[in-house]
């Protein structure tokens, strides 16, 4: 069993910074990616930010420059720095963990936490 908890939401003008935290707990081994994904209304879920195993990190032209994912491995906690923030970055943000367990690759979510922009 594997728990997601997103905080750092909120509201914040335009060109303001919010930082996302992410606490996984529970059976937490063999990670392949830790992820943040979005969710503005009547859009498709997309990924944000990716940062990998060996800490390689990708991100869409969309966001590059201005998000930077990080993580703490001992802790079990990813990070999503956001700066110089748009109304269109108005979104629902969920964290996301890509794990195995023997051959199967498995994705866990967590609940998502709301990020509003304001004009």
């Known amino acids: 069993q594997v728990q997601l908890v997103e905080s750092g939401g909120g509201l914040v003008q335009a060109g303001g910074s919010l930082r996302l935290t992410c606490a996984a707990s529970?059976?937490?081994?063999?990670?392949?990616?830790m992820n943040w994904y979005r969710q503005a209304p009547g859009k498709q879920r997309e990924l944000v930010a990716r940062?990998?195993?060996?800490?390689?990190?990708n991100y869409p032209d969309s966001v590059k420059g201005r998000f930077t994912i990080s993580r703490d491995t001992a802790k079990n906690t990813v990070n999503l720095q956001m700066n110089s923030l748009q109304p269109e970055d108005t979104a629902v943000y969920y964290c996301?963990?890509?794990?195995?367990?023997?051959?199967?690759?498995?994705?866990?979510w967590g609940q998502g936490t709301q990020v509003t922009v304001s004009s």
């Open positions: 940062i990998t195993s060996g800490g390689n990190t």
């Open positions: 529970g059976s937490i081994n063999s990670i392949n990616t």
């Open positions: 996301n963990i890509e794990m195995w367990k023997f051959w199967s690759l498995n994705s866990y």
